[in-house]
Structure formats: structure tokens, C-alpha cells
């Protein structure tokens, strides 16, 4: 996974702020992995791995469920899901050019739905965006 510098993902749409501690996983090993060998204690609310390409993810392997934005190549959530369980495939979706994995009950707490367009950048918190 690579990052470059501390990276943000901020719902634009609502003002709010996702996780303050954004990786990416965008060669073909970080993005087959994800998050597998990952704990729950260390994938807190505040982080999340956002998988450059990807249209579908799955969560085997896994030992915690995820909250999921498949966003589309203009950032605009096209489909989400809450609370995937472990050792289950999430649905493809055609129209994503990415997916971001949040811990869950990220999507609840910050009301994201789908339309919304999510900012992914340098984590200098924006002006009046709710942390």
C-alpha cells in the first residue's frame, strides 16, 4: 500500500470528514490484499484503504465487517453498502472506478449516500467540514 503524506477522504456533499488516515492500494498485490491480517483494533473510525481500480471487493480472510463507497471515476458514490461481513463477496459494480473501505458505521454517522461526492487528498482539514 502507498501513501503520500497523510490523506483524507471528505464527504463534499455533507461537509463531513471519513477517515484522516487514507491508503491506497492501487498495484495488484496491495489491491488483492486490502486489509487482510488487519485487526479491528487497528482499523478504527478515522482510517480507511481505497482500492484504485476496483469495481467489487471481497472480505475473505477478513476478521471484521467493512462499510464500502464504490465511487466512480468522478468520485461520486454510484453504490454503497454497510456493515459486510467477513468471508463474503460485496457486489460488482460496473459504473465504480474505486472502492474506499471505512469501519462501520462510518456510512451511518455521516449520512453518505449515494450522488455524494467524496474528496480524497492532502489531510489539511478543509474549512467547515465537520470532523
Known sequence: ??????????????????????????????????????????????????????????????????????LDRYSRVVHLEEDVKPWRFAAIKLRAASVLELPPGTIQRSGTGVGDKIEIATANQPEGIAA
Do not use: E
Open 1 to 70: 500500500m502507498s501513501t503520500v503524506g497523510p490523506i483524507a477522504a471528505v464527504n463534499r456533499t455533507r461537509r463531513v470528514l471519513l477517515a484522516q488516515n487514507v491508503k491506497i492500494a492501487n498495484t495488484h498485490w496491495t489491491r488483492l490484499r486490502g486489509l487482510m491480517g488487519t485487526t479491528q483494533s487497528t482499523f478504527h473510525p478515522g482510517q480507511a484503504l481505497w482500492i484504485v481500480p476496483c469495481r467489487g471487493i471481497h472480505t475473505i480472510a477478513m476478521r471484521f465487517p467493512l462499510d464500502l463507497l464504490y
